[in-house]
């Protein structure tokens, strides 16, 4: 097996460090508060979550909902409730009826997955006001169960997409009201999730403790590229194992790709010549999808884009000095443009702007 895992997670051998982290979230949980996770894309806040819940002591139940492919409440509702009922209470006859008579008035439907035969919950919800009810009696359940239970929604600002227009103050409403379960609100776009939860006028201000996901140390993160690679024959130095954390900007995703594509070169001798080779494979395959996007972008947004590439990051991106160094457009139009590339998730604004996506930065900056 490949020790650098890309997607998943395995096992906490192939997870690194994270210790100060999952223990401050641990103790978040078993005190039942709230927690906002903030990071950079990519940097693992999923695979810290999976990791906190091998962490956790079989009485406290995880539920981990992901909301990104959710369009409306109507897929959240289905989404959080197949989830709940899966991990608190698994299948039976008995099951079932309990939850049939709980739900009458939605009028439940069970359906089972042809390929894995794991069983579905539907309900019947034809407008908004039966939205608003199934909301309210998921979360009556949830409260009802005996057991504590923390809730882990991943694309949390994926809601403000959602048509209704209550979704945050009904979600805060059911939400306040436990008192024996947790709630953990993690996404990539760091901004939408900031203004919801710090933003007076918005239903969950100061509704949550919050934590902001920094990179891990490089340090930490070579002895786990070395002891990795070691362990299964090859060799590599430190000041390799630096390097591959360099040219990866310390992002987890980025390292664990680059180390996984190495591992599978099968190449007993990792050395930085071979880790730039690589690299350069990985911006080599991904240029049709960077293309794709300059034919996406006005023409300057995508002079913006490989503006912030070539300075890596940019505290005054409306400064005289940086728009007239790229000869770009008015101050306001600037403004217009980077809101928009905000907004698309290709640029994020964590104490000033820098390109989302690493390697397209790399790409960018080789660009004319």
Known sequence: MNPFLVSGY??????????????KIVNVIE??????LISERRIGKTSLLKHVEFQLTSSIIFVYVDLYPTLRLKDFIQVLSNNIIEKLEPFSDKVIRKITSFFAALQPKFSFNPETGVPGLEFTISNNSEAEKSVNLLFEYIRNSDKKIVIAFDEFQQILKYP???????????IQKDNNASFIFSGSQTHLLISMFNEYSRPFYNSSQTMYLERIEQSEYTKFIIQNFKSHNFFIDDE??????????????NIQYLCHKL???????ITSDLAKKILNEILKENEVVYFNYRE????????????????FHVEKPY?????????LDSTSSARTAINALIEKGLLINLRGIHVTDWFFSLWLKQQP
């Open 240 to 253: 390799t194992a630096k390097y591959i954390y360099e040219i990866g900007n310390g992002i987890t995703y």
């Open 319 to 327: 400064s005289i000095q940086f728009l007239s160094k790229y000869k």
């Open 10 to 23: 395995e096992s906490p051998k192939y997870f690194c460090d994270r210790k100060t982290e999952a223990e």
């Open 296 to 311: 996406l972008l006005t023409r300057l947004q995508y002079q913006i884009l490989k503006a912030v590439a070539k300075e």
């Open 31 to 36: 005190n039942s508060r709230n927690l906002t």
């Open 164 to 174: 209704e227009k209550n979704v945050e103050a009904l979600l805060r409403s059911e």
């Open 263 to 269: 591992f599978s070169e099968q190449e007993k001798k």
